[in-house]
T-cell receptor, first 114, second 112 residues
């Protein structure tokens, strides 16, 4: 079965500090992984994806994610957090058997304090 | 481009009523999908479509129907609403299932 886990419901970080939002996955075959961000009362916005290639993927708004195959992880990172980064973040994985299905994690609320 | 649009934004139904949530996109995307978002559970795929005339079930399809007669539109029908269908519903689209998806603003549905 395919699944995604986001072990932290909430992450708190001070503005200017680096941030990490964690994601682990379980999927058959090669993983296709995604990060999305959701601001209050809005739909999700695509941040970045990993399909193949470099383990460090760069995305929108200065975010990047590190793919680690041995640890089955795909953590979202940013070197210097902004207050405006405060939002709900979702990790998603494409089904390894049915390429048209996606599974989302439960979300991590990021709070960046001034 | 309007992107992905959804109507209505809010809806209250009584148990047993039926309704259709509308979704449209103007990006000529082949792949479209419907998700429901419930607290602590992330998003769960209800149905998806890979092109006009082609639809399939996702993770939680029971109680919902879809059709795709045009590339632009992908409506979601609730046949007989139940309180368990109280949720926020998102429609999404992408050029293909390889790409990141564009999400609509959502429909908040309450079933009493």
């Amino acid at each position: 079965a395919q699944s995604v886990a986001q072990p932290e419901d909430q992450v708190n970080v001070a503005e200017g500090n680096p941030l990490t939002v964690k994601c682990t996955y379980s999927v058959s075959g090669n993983p296709y992984l995604f990060w999305y961000v959701q601001y209050p009362n809005r739909g999700l916005q695509f941040l970045l994806k990993y399909i193949t290639g470099d383990n460090l993927v760069k995305g929108s708004y200065g975010f990047e994610a590190e793919f680690n195959k041995s640890q089955t992880s795909f953590h979202l990172k940013k070197p210097s957090a902004l207050v405006s980064d405060s939002a709900l973040y979702f990790c998603a994985v494409r089904d390894g058997d049915n390429f048209n299905k996606f599974y989302f994690g439960s979300g991590t609320k990021l709070n960046v304090k001034p | 481009n309007a992107g992905v649009t959804q109507t209505p934004k809010f809806q209250v139904l009584k148990t047993g009523q039926s309704m259709t949530l509308q979704c449209a996109q103007d990006m000529n995307h082949e792949y479209m999908s419907w998700y429901r978002q419930d607290p602590g559970m992330g998003l769960r795929l209800i149905h998806y479509s890979v092109g006009a005339g082609i639809t399939d079930q996702g993770e939680v399809p029971n109680g919902y129907n879809v059709s795709r007669s045009t590339t632009e539109d992908f409506p979601l029908r609730l046949l007989s609403a139940a309180p368990s269908q109280t949720s926020v519903y998102f429609c999404a689209s992408s050029y293909s299932a390889r790409g990141g998806q564009y999400f609509g603003p959502g429909t908040r549905l309450t079933v009493t």
